[in-house]
């Protein structure tokens, strides 16, 4: 007899049990509704599908967000305007603790990438170089709700609810939320249900208040839920306040990962570390502390600790992906391409197969000179690549091919990758300097021009706009950009000689 025969004979109640644990998520919601049909007052299957509807929007909050616009704007839990370097998000420590910027690419803030794209990490913190531009340029303007971490929450309950045929699973406002409070089992996963799958923190707050208050106060896990709606509804620090007492009641991993995002929501890394610190010396060799760890020593721009921490995590974790791929980066960028490679190829042994990865393989075996595994390699990403990635491919294609010497196909590179993307500014950098070589002129001062205004953190558009501001005699022109160049990349030599050379001539006037 099949497995089919098998699960057909199976108790109906046992064989939605059975998809449930299997993870098969929408052919256990489908079995319970034809159930419930049957019998609405069925406790265990409600129960069962409420679980499942529940885990099918589940998403790991304990990560750090992105900041919408209205987040960003309309922020009033900043400490202090101007802090001390190293002490905030905004003002991460300088000079050379992670590289030159000609060295490592660096992102929008300031900060040069990690190698693993994580939540938060993208987007400039207000009082950032380009935070309030970034956040203005990424916005929908008409929209009739601010681009707010809640008001994306709300938009994905109203799809979610909308999904299902004759209308949402439960009406909450229909609810005796303090009946359910009394039955600690099914207020529990309501709870969830609320949060998660309505995305409605304010009646999830009121059912966890009933809950506590019957707890007597004493149960860490609703308060560790208080905690997610205050932080929700952006009462920081309420859910600070529920999130320590959790911690005093039951030390558990998530709450303090939950309590150190709200420190990192404050602009206080190093209260975060703190947490994070606390946390493993309850719970040691924790993979996902120590990593919280690495995220804030990269965020202030320490990397010396940061890669020590990201070896600790692949100690106790070796299948960690986060980890493997920041030290891969930090080796390559560090003149190491085989060390890099090789956690690479760790990675592509484990399963993970994406467009980036086989661009970063392609990559380190061209500059570990094994030239034919590389066009192979960035060709598999390039038939993997989506819209998002596919300019960063074609880009890196240009490279190699600059590389071997073929500028003809690196001008068509950086063409098609500028035609993916028009707002690719290491692409439309690059191909001015093959304009320059062809003898473009014009078309080499309005690509560095056009950099200069898509792309203000990048500093080598600038001294290349100077550097032929100088060879054209435009001198003031050469010395204002190279000035530039010189405020975000702080000792670079060809701009310090440029300048020098500028002083040189003014003096002669």
């Known amino acids: 007899?099949?497995?089919?025969?098998?699960?057909?004979?199976?108790?109906?109640?046992?064989?939605?049990?059975?998809?449930?644990?299997?993870?098969?998520?929408?052919?256990?919601?489908?079995?319970?509704?034809?159930?419930?049909?049957?019998?609405?007052?069925?406790?265990?299957?409600?129960?069962?599908?409420?679980?499942?509807?529940?885990?099918?929007?589940?998403?790991?909050?304990?990560?750090?967000?992105?900041?919408?616009?209205?987040?960003?704007?309309?922020?009033?839990?900043?400490?202090?305007?101007?802090?001390?370097?190293?002490?905030?998000?905004?003002?991460?420590?300088?000079?050379?603790?992670?590289?030159?910027?000609?060295?490592?690419?660096?992102?929008?803030?300031?900060?040069?990438?990690?190698?693993?794209?994580?939540?938060?990490?993208?987007?400039?913190?207000?009082?950032?170089?380009?935070?309030?531009?970034?956040?203005?340029?990424?916005?929908?303007?008409?929209?009739?709700?601010?681009?707010?971490?809640?008001?994306?929450?709300?938009?994905?309950?109203?799809?979610?609810?909308?999904?299902?045929?004759?209308?949402?699973?439960?009406?909450?406002?229909?609810?005796?939320?303090?009946?359910?409070?009394?039955?600690?089992?099914?207020?529990?996963?309501?709870?969830?249900?609320?949060?998660?799958?309505?995305?409605?923190?304010?009646?999830?707050?009121?059912?966890?208040?009933?809950?506590?208050?019957?707890?007597?106060?004493?149960?860490?896990?609703?308060?560790e839920r208080l905690g997610k709606c205050y932080y929700m509804l952006g009462l920081l620090r309420e859910a600070e306040k529920q999130f320590a007492s959790s911690i005093r009641n039951q030390p558990m991993v998530v709450a303090y990962l939950q309590l150190a995002k709200v420190a990192l929501r404050l602009d206080q890394p190093k209260n975060a570390l703190d947490v994070y610190t606390k946390a493993i010396e309850a719970f040691p060799g924790d993979p996902a502390c120590m990593l919280g760890i690495a995220r804030v020593h990269e965020a202030l721009n320490e990397e010396t600790e940061a890669i020590a921490m990201h070896k600790m995590v692949l100690e106790a974790d070796p299948a960690n992906v986060e980890a493997m791929a920041c030290l891969a980066a930090h080796h390559f960028y560090s003149d190491q391409p085989e060390l890099a490679l090789r956690f690479y190829r760790r990675m592509l042994q484990m399963g993970v197969s994406t467009p980036e990865l086989w661009n970063n393989l392609g990559l380190c075996c061209f500059y570990a000179s094994q030239y034919d595994m590389a066009l192979s390699c960035l060709d598999r990403a390039l038939s993997m690549a989506s819209d998002d990635a596919m300019a960063d491919v074609w880009y890196n294609i240009g490279q190699v091919a600059i590389g071997i010497g073929d500028l003809g196909l690196a001008y068509q590179a950086f063409k098609i990758s500028i035609s993916v993307d028009a707002n690719h500014a290491e692409s439309y950098s690059n191909l001015g300097v093959l304009e320059l070589r062809k003898g473009n002129i014009d078309a080499a001062r309005s690509n560095f021009r056009v950099v200069q205004g898509m792309a203000s953190h990048l500093f080598e558009p600038f001294f290349n706009g100077a550097l032929l501001a100088y060879k054209l005699g435009d001198f003031q022109e050469a010395f204002e950009l190279a000035t530039k160049a010189l405020q975000l990349c702080e000792g670079h030599h060809d701009s310090l000689e440029l300048l020098k050379q500028l002083k040189t001539h003014f003096a002669m006037l």
């Open 1 to 223: 007899m099949d497995t089919e025969q098998l699960t057909q004979q199976l108790d109906p109640v046992f064989k939605a049990q059975w998809l449930f644990r299997q993870h098969k998520w929408d052919d256990c919601i489908a079995l319970c509704t034809e159930l419930l049909a049957a019998n609405p007052y069925d406790q265990a299957v409600w129960y069962l599908k409420c679980r499942a509807l529940t885990l099918q929007a589940w998403v790991d909050d304990t990560d750090f967000e992105e900041e919408g616009m209205a987040d960003s704007l309309l922020d009033e839990n900043a400490t202090a305007t101007l802090p001390r370097p190293g002490t905030s998000l905004s003002r991460p420590m300088t000079g050379t603790a992670m590289g030159t910027p000609g060295m490592r690419p660096i992102s929008s803030s300031g900060r040069p990438l990690s190698g693993y794209a994580r939540p938060g990490t993208g987007s400039a913190r207000p009082g950032t170089q380009g935070g309030i531009e970034s956040a203005m340029q990424g916005a929908r303007p008409g929209t009739s709700r601010p681009v707010t971490a809640l008001g994306r929450l709300v938009r994905l309950g109203t799809a979610s609810m909308v999904s299902e045929a004759g209308g949402p699973f439960i009406r909450v406002e229909r609810l005796d939320l303090k009946k359910y409070a009394a039955r600690p089992e099914l207020a529990k996963v309501l709870f969830d249900y609320i949060l998660y799958h309505d995305h409605n923190p304010r009646k999830a707050l009121e059912l966890a208040n009933y809950a506590t208050q019957l707890a007597n106060f004493e149960d860490w896990w609703w308060k």
